[in-house]
């Protein structure tokens, strides 16, 4: 389709003679060609244009980085015979080369002041979540006095979205680690003839530690991650910035809503997470251990205090404060670019998560001081 | 450029619909090599619709759209990339990708579809960047970082790297003040004069069609209703040409252009 392009010097005339097409595409091989070559240094060059057939702005550049070249060692080099387009294409492509300027230069910073950089963004991060949430406590309490500016059916579809359409993937989830929490303990107490233990065991971890973790685990990469998306193409498309200018806060249309939603949302949950991690230790028992239902249910309310339930149920909030709090100041932090949604959905998820197993610690070293 | 009359696009009896909608009822346009075709029409008239159906990023229900000879509608894949290396495309937000700098979004095409070395590559997209305007340091920063007009500048860079003998401009001044916008025109103008390309733009911009088109398609009810030069057009008796441009702005531009044609 189109002419190989070649190029060959005639010593004698001094004279280097181009022909058939100086197009992108045939750049890569034109370059193998010319690095073949072998010039002279100084003296005069004679560029011969006259078997060019066709010459694209890829052509240009490279006869203009050769004249250079040339010129650079010492060499003068004259154009000749190239057609009309050509010649004002070469000229065109010659001064653009001369004013575009070399690419500033990009400073690699060594690794104590990367380190030094990235402790103070981490810092400055720490600084604005603190004054996202302050600012979110002074616009609730704002809005607490207004009931007539409660967005009940943002925050109604909040619950259905993040309650109601997780409940079979929690229960599941649940019945399954009850299921496998049974049969792990079962093994080792089977050994000691103390099956019947295993309703104390496995009620205890249940409802104290399990249910409230997994649940708010579950939750923070469905919910949290959906927050940050969604918020912060909220951002990006100026949706914020337009509430911002009609006298709507974000906070009361947006951020509200889904903290109260998932406020609610989570205990509920986690309740939910209980009855089925222990349906899962009730099958699993019976199968496996010879407990019956009735063996086991009987045991259930003398073994497990009340107390045990409450605690479990009493983490949900804080966790589903954490999620939501995290999931919207990440989503508020989106700046620019598509590529910012998934960095911040990637960072509210693994903040939430972290944080969730660092205040269920706090919890356990509280609790067994105050010896619940 | 043996033949200026040679046909680059050929459409016939082209139907789209979009969501059961019919857009183009029988749709029928051809763009000559070498010169710069506007598409212009009322909101929704379909003039973007025809540029995802040219740019076959749309199946239309029936009809024929070839490009460079080749039928486009049905292509393979092998075929549709050869020409898709010839063409290069301007989207209406620039489309340019957020995650890479401006030297590396007009860098990726060149790293995809030839065997360039690393400084070829980016000696050539740098001379791009400054064909199209721009200077070094809007090189290295993020499109986030440039301004409305300066993203339209390095899409346009990234759009011509390849040396396409065929350029899609989707509005291409729309959002930029009047000045930046009369300095894109001239930028278009002097791209298809030295590169030799064939443009077709998607435009509202009156003052872009009276300066930079060689031939206007006015789209409307479906089908291509005329296609000639702005001074030709403006006199047509067609109702909805008449409405378009018969109104105030209609005539500024007119009047601001029409001695120069």
Known sequence: MTAQPAIHYNSSSRQLQFSGDWELANLPRLQTMLAKLSLPNSGEIIFNGEAIGRMDSAGAWQIIELKKQLEAKGAKVRLQNFAEESVKLLKIVDTKLNEEGDLPAIKKPNPIAKFGYQTVVQLRELQTYLAFVGQLTFEFLRLVFMPANWRWNSLAAVIYRTGWQALPIIALLSFLIGVVLTYQMGLQLRNYGANIFIVDLLGLSVLREFAPLITAIMVSGRTGSAFTASIGMMKLNQEIDALDTLGVTPAELLLIPRIMGLFIALPLLTMWSDIFGVLGGIVTSNNMLGITWYDFLRRFPQAIPLRSFLIGIGKAPVFALIISSVGCFQGMQVKNSAESVGQNTTKSVVLAIFFIIVADAIFSIIFSKMQL | MKNQQENIIEIKNLITSLGGAVIHKKLNLNVKKGEVLGIVGGSGSGKTTLLRAILSLLKPDSGSIRIFGKEITTASPKTLLEIQKRWGVLFQSNALFSSLTLLENVMFPLKEHTH?????????????????????????????????????????????VLDPELLFLDEPTAGLDPETAAGFDELILNLQSTMGLTIVMVTHDLDSLWKVTNRVAFLGDGVVLSVESMPELVKNKNPLIQEFFGGPRGRAAEEGYGHKH
């Open chain 2, 116 to 160: 360039l070395n690393e400084k070829s590559r980016r000696d050539l997209a740098l001379l791009k960047i400054g064909l199209a305007g721009l200077s070094a340091e809007a090189a290295v920063k993020y499109p986030a970082e440039l301004s409305g007009g300066m993203q339209k500048r390095g899409g346009l860079a990234r759009a011509i």
